[in-house]
């Protein structure tokens, strides 16, 4: 009798060790775990971080993708469920994309902007939209997130409205340090 066990991780806290060009190494005590990330160089080496996890095992590879928060890896679980949409693919969408202005161009039916991803062509593009259109914002949060508390600070700070603020907030990518997503912000206040 074979017994087969399947791991599933939710997060791993550990000190950036390794940033390489698609994945990071984090030390946890003692053991670097190699996993693929949207933007590695968002997080800062030596420093500790905590990664959200998704464990895919496959026949040949077992391999760890690593998201900042929960809402960016739910989008991408979803986005793998896609017919011919794979980690490898949904990955750069995440590294490009904000999560809100993904599910946005979903709902909105934009092949235009799904189309700019890395080997997304049109017809994947309308296989995403027929797979997830109206699904995602049950799932996935895109209201202000933790990751903008600190630039939702400093704009209103700077005498603008929550209103003024939240009209802008999907068009913001989350990924970026905070003092990107107030420069970012800025130009899409004075447009």
Known sequence: MILMVIVMYSYIIGSVV?????????DNNGIGYMIYVANPFSYELEKEAKVYLYNQIKEDEHSLYGFKT???????????NVKGLGP???????????????????????????????KIGEKLARQIILDLKGKLTQSVDVSVSGNFD??????????????????ILPKVNASLDIESQVKEALKLMLK
């Open 18 to 26: 390794i940033q390489e060009n698609n994945y990071i190494v984090l």
């Open 150 to 167: 600190e630039l939702v600070s400093v704009l209103e700070s700077l005498g603008y409205k929550n209103v003024e603020i939240k009209k």
């Open 70 to 80: 929960t809402e960016e890896r739910d989008l991408f679980l979803k986005l793998i």
């Open 88 to 118: 490898k693919m949904a990955m750069p969408m995440l590294a490009t994309g904000s999560i809100a202005g993904i599910v946005d161009a979903i709902d909105r039916e934009n092949i235009l902007y799904l189309k700019k991803f890395p």
